[in-house]
């Protein structure tokens, strides 16, 4: 048996959401989501759109039109939703789960867990889902809707508790369909307590409910801080396994030179990467396009953050000429990000891999891409491109992606992942280590990439780029590489390349066709 996985994500759009329980849905495996949502309202399979009193676009909310049960409801700051992506024992053993069953025991753990917060009296109405404050009485009031989907024995969707969300959004639609019963919230009931605690109480109940092979438990940052981060010293030498020798070959300099002539950009330069004389004097380098400025400051990068240039329309062509120029099978794209375009950069992948093949046909193409946002149309151009491997770097572990990377989310990487692994594409990510991080932190990420099909993992050592970047926290021997290694093949990976000096496009080719070979197993 697999542990119950609880993860804390902190504020995710829905479709973020959504796409990661669609893939944890289908994989297996216990999960607990725990997360707040933007203003959204969202409709069920039976869902009215008269009850949503507004415009929308007026009031800054999405709509989401999902596949749960019941009507509509509204999602928004202050409210804390669970999402139990499990596995449902079935009647009697065997067969299809008890729905009816199912949803009690979701709203049992969410009455419980009101209770050990010091809110009492509240319970189930008849004839209405959720749980209800004094539902005895003339007037009781939602505080937790229930909408769930459940197929044969796996679970999706959950509950929405009212914490301290803005009441008023719920004038704005007709709440679960039911006209004439109020909405509230463990503020409104003189009950002012933090998301945190209740997030704790949450999931103390589901870990007595749900959690009888144990639970693994990991949060994003609930404080910007890097927390626990122990500065190692620089003036210190470098470990010997992190030495890397300069060898400039006569590959080396050509390469250097069909590049540059072509005025293109390597992340191999732009981002100091350790390994530019191996992967150079091998002929394999990643281009990066988009042009060179970031519209990010992650903690750990060097790519230069000024303002952006205007996108270079030729840009492509170029990549494919250096691309038949250099006789290459493989080629690793990846960009800065460009949060300043409307797509994020998207079409700049798309027409790169189309000049490519029309090019060299023959040969593979990796893309490593931003998030784009998560904008579900920027990521399916790429999709729709087919590069051999999609990859996406989730960097760090839940907990300290605030610190490294601010402007990204933990959830939304597992989305591309998992949405890119829907389109049918072999996928990728990267951890780096050395940050801040625990040994389990790193299991626990790699346990959430597998969760969502995620193909091929990297792990490599930090380093620092300069003084104004994030300090080196701890240098990670060679040994417990091969232990992560391990660990990420006994979750599923089907390929982990893990070693001090690995990073994102280290060895991709390889990685790549032993991918290939065991997913055909």
């Known amino acids: 048996m697999s542990p119950l996985r609880v993860r804390w994500l902190g504020r995710v759009s829905y479709r973020d959401a959504h796409a990661c329980q669609q893939a944890m849905f289908e994989r297996g495996g216990d999960y607990l989501l725990l997360l707040e949502h933007p203003h959204v309202f969202t409709l069920g399979l039976r869902g009215d759109e008269a009850n949503i009193l507004v415009d929308p676009d007026e009031v800054g909310a999405e709509v989401a039109y999902t596949d749960r049960g019941g009507d509509v409801t509204y999602h928004g700051p202050g409210q804390l939703v669970g999402y139990p992506v499990m596995t449902v024992p079935g009647k009697r053993g065997g067969g299809m789960a008890d729905t009816v069953a199912y949803v009690r025991s979701v709203e049992q753990l969410v009455i419980d867990a009101l209770g050990d917060v010091g809110l009492a009296d509240c319970g189930r109405l008849d004839d209405y889902p959720g749980v209800w404050v004094e539902p005895g009485s003339d007037n009781p009031r939602k505080i937790a809707a229930i909408g769930v989907r459940l197929t044969r024995t796996r679970s999706m969707h959950g509950f929405a508790l009212n914490v301290d969300c803005d009441l008023d959004w719920f004038d704005r639609i007709v709440p679960c369909g039911i006209p004439d019963k109020a909405v509230t919230s463990l503020a409104a009931e003189g009950r002012r307590v933090g998301m945190r605690e209740v997030v704790d109480a949450v999931v103390a109940r589901a870990a007595h409910r749900w959690g009888a092979a144990g639970v693994d438990r990991a949060d994003v940052a609930w404080e910007r801080e890097l927390e626990n981060g122990v500065s190692v010293d620089l003036a210190a030498r470098k470990p010997e396994w992190m030495r890397v020798a300069l060898r400039t070959g006569p590959e080396f300099r050509r390469l250097r030179s069909v590049l540059h002539s072509r005025e293109l950009v390597t992340v191999c330069e732009e981002a100091g990467c350790p390994n530019i004389y191996e992967c150079w004097n091998e002929g394999t380098a990643t281009f990066m396009i988009n042009g060179d400025r970031c519209t990010r400051a992650c903690g750990f990068c060097l790519v230069d953050t000024r303002r952006p240039l205007p996108s270079d329309p030729a840009e492509p062509e170029r990549v494919a000429d250096a691309v038949e120029a250099m006789g290459l099978d493989y080629a690793v794209i990846t960009a800065v990000a460009r949060d300043d375009l409307p797509d994020g950069g998207a079409s700049g992948f798309a027409a790169s891999v189309a000049a490519i093949r029309r090019r060299t046909p023959g040969v593979r193409v990796e893309v490593l891409i931003p998030d784009c946002k998560g904008d579900p149309d920027a990521l399916a151009a790429v999709f729709d491109a087919l590069p051999e491997v999609l990859n996406h770097n989730i960097e760090t572990v839940a907990r300290l992606q ?48 597998a969760a969502v099909g995620t193909d091929i993992v990297t792990v490599g050592q930090y ?59």
């Not at 610190?403 to 591309?416: E, H, I, K, Q, W």
């Open 463 to 521: 380093l620092r780029p300069t003084t104004h970047h994030l300090p080196v926290a701890r240098w990670v021997p060679p040994e417990l590489f091969e232990h992560f290694q391990e660990v990420g093949r006994s979750l599923g990976i089907a390929h982990v390349e893990a070693s001090p000096l690995t990073r994102s496009s280290h060895h991709a080719q390889h990685a790549h066709a032993q991918a290939l070979a065991l997913t055909a197993r």
């Open 402 to 449: 605030r610190a490294v990377r601010p402007s990204a989310g933990y959830a939304r990487s597992l989305a591309v992942l998992a949405r890119a692994k829907a389109a049918s594409l072999t996928t990728k990510s990267s951890i780096i280590v050395g940050l801040g991080e625990t040994d389990d932190e790193v299991v626990q990420t790699m346990a959430d990439l």
